[in-house]
């Protein structure tokens, strides 16, 4: 009975095919860490330059790298999945294999593998790049809420996994796709992008969606005075 899935096939394209990726695709994978990081890095000001406290800093930063990870992911997977899929099938290489005998589904399968971990890891090389840079800048290192870690780590990764599958089947399987490799990119990269920074600059309205309620534990500094300033600026929202 013919196996449908032949793994130890799969396991050999999969190390010749990480080795040929490296090999040839050390400057995008250079260029993707600085430009993600630099992209990051105007988001991150918005947020370094703002009138709170560290801590309120550190949480915002991290919760901000998802997006970091979702560009590198996105803009070096889908070079990859270019030069894997597209252009292999127009130098006819992927033709050649095909004819000496390797089966169309280990063929996919290994090369999708191939390009989803090289993004992977080069997207959480950006993120320790990006952590140096700003605690090299503004003096801080981001922490991580466990939603903003998971986000970052597992949920966006996996995410990513399945938008560059789906890519990749659709270079595998239409013929014709030279409008969507160069369209997908700009796409992908810009609009994370903006929607990091338009999420960035959005400022939640004290007045309609906060209430403190304060107790007085008898200390004897000046909070109690502080407390009550602030209750006559919005007597609605301070409960002392």
């Known amino acids: 009975m013919k196996k449908i899935v032949n793994w130890n096939v799969i396991k050999a394209t999969i190390v010749k095919e990480i080795q040929e990726a490296v090999a040839s695709s050390k400057i995008i994978i250079i260029l993707t860490i600085i430009v993600t990081n630099i992209m990051q890095l105007m988001t991150i000001m918005e947020v370094a330059n703002q009138n709170i406290d560290i801590q309120s800093k550190q949480m915002q930063v991290g919760s901000l790298e998802m997006y970091l990870v979702v560009m590198a992911m996105l803009f070096l997977g889908s070079t990859l999945c270019n030069n894997f899929f597209l252009d292999e099938k127009k130098n006819k290489t992927i033709h050649i294999l095909l004819a000496m005998g390797m089966n169309k589904c280990d063929l996919w399968i290994a ?130």
């Open 111 to 240: 090369k999708n593998v191939v390009m989803t971990v090289v993004s992977i890891i080069v997207a959480f090389i950006s993120v320790l790049v990006n952590s140096i840079a700003v605690r090299i800048i503004w003096g801080f290192w981001y922490s991580y809420t466990p939603l903003s870690l998971s986000l970052t780590f597992i949920t966006m990764p996996i995410m990513c996994s399945g938008i560059l599958a789906l890519l990749s089947y659709s270079y595998w399987f239409f013929k014709k796709n030279s409008f969507l490799s160069t369209l997908f990119p700009i796409i992908s990269y810009i609009g994370v992008w903006n929607l990091s920074m338009y999420l960035v600059n959005q400022k939640l309205n004290f007045r309609k969606h906060i209430h403190l309620i304060m107790v007085d534990d008898g200390s004897i500094d000046n909070s109690a005075e502080i407390i009550k300033k602030w209750q006559r600026k919005y007597p609605g929202n301070i409960t002392y």
